[in-house]
């Protein structure tokens, strides 16, 4: 059915048509965070400091000490599609600031209540506006600042009470800014940045001629100790930063910070490139972690494509992909070229072996030590007097793997894999009333965090209570883990924390806590914790196989055992697992 007379077109007020470029724009608090530094960073400032009050919905306030507004533009500022980035349609080809829209003010001016202090520095005066999207008013008129410019807001989307209702709790909305501010400060290492929130400083990047000390103080000392620094060209394109070695994974893709011209960039393709170029690096399932900076003459890229700028066209797609690829598999081979390659123990189909067609264990056990070395005695808290009934260890292979005798056979196990199946199953089975046997640790392992957990309810941390794992605030900033699991005494107490607590902040940010994920964490960390391995625990999760129903006198069980016959064995010690 269609109406008789057709609805008449009508022009939309002003006001309204900039609300709806802030639907794309301002998403949230941390969308005008981001627009307010960029400003700042394209108006050549040395020196950012932002504060927010209650997760950015009370006030954003950025101060810099940039080049100022003109006073008589300061009215423009606030319109849309004012900018002074761009004048031509060439210029909209060669872009090298963060902002060209002309939108953010306009934007903000829509769902918010903004004031604008700025001195260009060549007088002595300095002009405010300030304009209320309500009552629409403006005023304007002379005021005292230094060089440079503070934007305020206020109140944000006090004249949409629909679109507040989307914003999530302070604390949630404050680590979004968080994060954003984060990423600026990586962009821009030659100007200082401070974020303070509630009146307290969380981040004061003041270091203006260090990147790595700020990479340091953003991304954590045991990125910068992991990190491989690269720096690639060819006769376009610049590649470098900093990549997190093959030991530097995390179970998010939380800390991956791509910069195309500074600007931080989404590229699907482009992370494919480095998420293949570390394939056979890191296990299947963890993310890498990577700090890039991708230059390049601005014609061979469209910028011009997103609202907010996140994403990019590039003209030649494939040949940067391949680049990037490139460069990243060279940084990680070159580090590890001349060390033997660990590959996964895979079942061996068909072999059709039998115990008695294994000769040579009594070669076997007069291997040469530098191969094949003794399982020390273990200190550990979680141990087994002596292996099960007919199983003797024999050796470690490298840091992984344990050879076993077991009736007249030769067993290569998988010490990872079986530890993360331990793990899996036990999870699996937990009831929903059950928690994991824990033990409390000696000294609690403590973590940093410029932000509390996000967990008003305690929801998380009672989640994690369930998996023995005990999480405390220890004064601002600070939370302690104080037990552990049984399953989980072999891991690397500090990654796990760090896992958990990161996976806290986007769980809960998405408010997706599951236990499914966290179970992957755990089963992460008992397989790729400590590399000591001790007889008292090999023999434990020796038991434990068999406790869990596994057959040891089975030819193999996909990536936990296999049966070694001596040609496999002499192959191993050759080329390594
Ligand atoms: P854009 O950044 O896309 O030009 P904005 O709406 O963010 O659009 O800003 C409009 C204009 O206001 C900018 O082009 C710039 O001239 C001026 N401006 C905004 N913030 C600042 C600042 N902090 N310092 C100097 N000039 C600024
Ligand atoms: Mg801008």
Same mark, same amino acid.
């Given at each position: ?22 639907g ?64 031509t ?12 829209r ?12 903004i004031?604008i ?16 999207p ?10 005292a ?9 206020s ?10 209702k ?7 909305e404050?680590?979004?800014?968080l994060?954003?501010?984060?990423r ?64 530097m ?62 994403e990019?066209?590039?003209?030649e ?24 390659r ?19 264990? %009594? $070669?076997?056990?007069?291997?040469? *030590?530098?191969? #094949?070395? =003794? +399982?020390?005695?273990?200190? !550990? /808290?979680?141990?087994? &007097? ?18 076993a ?26 009831g %929903? $009333?059950?928690?994991?046997?824990? *033990?409390?640790? #000696?000294? =609690? +392992?403590?973590?940093?965090v !410029? /932000?509390?957990?996000? &967990? ?51 769980s ?33 999760l ?36």
């Amino acid at each position: 059915m269609y109406p008789e007379n057709p609805q008449r077109i009508r022009r939309l007020p002003e006001i309204l048509s900039n609300q709806i470029a802030a639907g794309e724009v301002i998403e949230r608090p941390a969308s005008i965070v981001k627009e307010l530094v960029e400003n700042s960073l394209d108006a050549g400032a040395r020196s950012v400091d932002i504060q927010i009050e209650r997760g950015g919905t009370r006030m954003v306030r950025v101060q810099d000490d940039g080049s100022g507004i003109h006073s008589e533009d300061m009215r423009l500022a606030l319109e849309s599609h004012a900018t002074s980035k761009l004048h031509t349609t060439e210029d909209l080809l060669s872009i090298r600031t963060l902002g060209f829209r002309g939108e953010a003010l306009s934007s903000i001016a829509a769902v918010a209540r903004i004031s604008i202090i700025s001195s260009t520095g060549n007088s002595n005066t300095a002009w405010s506006i300030g304009f209320d999207p309500i009552t629409r008013d403006f005023n304007t008129g002379p005021a005292a600042h230094p060089a440079g410019t503070t934007v305020t807001v206020s109140n944000l989307f006090y004249s949409m009470p629909a679109r507040k209702k989307f914003l999530r709790s302070e604390r949630t909305e404050f680590i979004y800014i968080l994060e954003t501010v984060k990423r600026l400060a990586l962009s821009a290492f030659d100007t200082a940045v401070r974020l303070q929130h509630n009146g307290r400083v969380l981040m004061d990047c003041r270091d203006i001629d260090s990147p790595d000390n700020r990479v340091r103080d953003l991304l954590g000392q045991a990125f910068i100790d992991n990190a491989i620094e690269l720096d690639c060209r060819n006769d376009s394109l610049r590649l470098w930063g900093w990549i997190g070695d093959e030991t530097m994974h995390r179970s998010q893709v939380d800390r991956q910070y791509l910069y195309h011209n500074n600007r931080i960039i989404r590229d699907r393709k482009l992370n494919h490139a480095i998420r293949v170029a570390y394939s056979e690096k890191i296990p299947p399932g963890r993310y890498p972690v990577y700090v890039l900076y991708l230059e390049m003459d601005p014609s061979l890229a469209d910028v011009n494509v997103h609202p907010a700028k996140y994403e990019i066209r590039f003209r030649e797609t494939r040949e940067i992909h391949d680049f990037i690829h490139g460069c990243i598999q060279n940084a990680l081979s070159g580090q590890y070229a001349g060390s033997a390659r660990i590959a996964p123990i895979t079942a061996v189909a068909g072999s059709g072996s039998t115990c008695e067609d294994i000769p040579g264990i %009594a $070669e076997v056990r007069e291997f040469n *030590r530098d191969y #094949l070395h =003794p +399982v020390p005695k273990s200190s !550990s /808290y979680f141990t087994g &007097d002596s292996p099960p009934a007919d199983t003797r260890l024999l050796g470690s292979v490298g840091n992984r793997y344990v050879l076993a005798e077991r009736k007249e056979c030769l067993l290569l196990i998988d010490v990872a894999g079986a530890r993360k199946f331990i793990v899996r199953t036990r999870l699996e089975k937990l009831g %929903a $009333e059950e928690s994991l046997v824990s *033990r409390p640790l #000696l000294v =609690p +392992v403590s973590i940093h965090v !410029s /932000y509390e957990l996000p &967990d008003p309810e305690g929801g998380f941390q009672e989640l994690c209570r369930r998996f023995g794992l005990q999480l405390d605030y220890a004064g601002p900033g600070t939370i302690l883990l104080r037990t552990i699991p049984l399953i989980l005494e072999e891991a690397d107490l500090q990654r796990l924390l760090e896992d958990i607590l990161e996976y806290s902040a986007i769980s809960w940010t998405e408010r997706t806590a599951s236990s499914l994920k966290l179970t992957r964490i755990l089963e992460h960390h008992a397989s790729s914790g400590s590399s000591r391995l001790e007889q008292g625990s090999v023999n434990a999760l020796l038991h434990q196989l068999v406790l869990a129903g596994l057959d040891l006198d089975a030819n193999a069980c996909p990536g936990i055992w296999r049966r070694l016959d001596c040609k496999e064995l002499a192959e191993i010690i050759e080329h390594g697992v």
